[in-house]
């Protein structure tokens, strides 16, 4: 079966460095994504990663090591607005179509002043 | 508008009714995604539409749940007969193609109550 697992809650002090994990067991591989989602409103998308490495962008980065069907989002210089749900996706080769992700249920990051 | 765009964005409805929900995807955004979000559940795939086609409705739960796109924009999903169970966020989601690395844009969705 299709698989994703990520922690279901963190919580993190303002200011410091969160890392969440997203183990994922899928048919294929074509692509992770993170997303962020605040309580009540649309999830967004931070990052995407195809090959092994890490993708940084500004306070946020994101790793993925295919081989281990792992991949982690980093979050710097943690502020109260960052507190939200993470939502890890795969685009799995063999999930009926090229098109359909499967989602993990997120992480909900508490950031504490 | 820049976004994503559903209406409405409450609906309550009586056990039995029908309902239609609508989605304004982002202007030349080809693909366009119907997903369902429960409390404690992960984002739940109804059906995709590429153009107007929708070459993968495995997600639809049952008969009562239907989609329609016209002119390669507006989506609508009708659900007939609506049960509790159906109770949910419903979340639209477009991107320029369906390619790997086209991410989603997402509406702010349909918070559906049946009673």
């Known amino acids: 079966g299709q698989n994703i697992d990520q922690p279901t809650e963190m919580t993190a002090t303002e200011g410091a460095i969160v890392q969440i994990n997203c183990t994922y067991q899928t048919s294929g591989f074509n692509g992770l994504f993170w997303y962020q989602q605040h309580a009540g409103e649309a999830p967004t998308f931070l990052s995407y990663?195809?090959l092994d490495g890490l993708e940084e962008k500004g306070r946020f980065s994101s790793f993925l090591s295919r081989s281990k069907g792992y991949s982690y989002l980093l979050l710097k210089e943690l502020q109260m607005k960052d507190s939200a749900s993470y939502l890890c996706?795969?685009?799995?080769?063999?999930?009926?179509?090229?098109?359909?992700?499967?989602w993990g249920l997120g992480t909900s990051l508490a950031v504490n002043p | 508008g820049a976004g994503v765009s559903q209406s409405p964005s409450n609906k309550v409805t009586e056990k039995g009714k029908d309902v239609e929900l609508r989605c304004d995807p982002i202007s030349g955004h080809t693909a366009l995604y119907w997903y369902r979000q429960s409390l404690g559940q992960g984002l739940e795939f109804l059906i995709y539409?590429?153009?107007?086609?929708?070459?993968?409705k495995s997600g639809l739960p049952s008969d009562r749940f239907s989609a329609e796109r016209t002119g390669g924009s507006v989506s609508t999903l009708t659900i007939q007969r609506t049960q509790q169970e159906d109770s949910a966020v419903y979340l639209c989601a477009s991107s320029l193609f369906a390619g790997r690395n086209s991410p989603l844009h997402f509406g702010n969705g349909t918070r559906l109550t049946v009673t």
């Open positions: 990663n195809v």
């Open positions: 539409f590429q153009g107007n086609s929708a070459p993968d």
């Open positions: 996706a795969v685009r799995a080769t063999n999930a009926g179509n090229n098109r359909k992700l499967i």
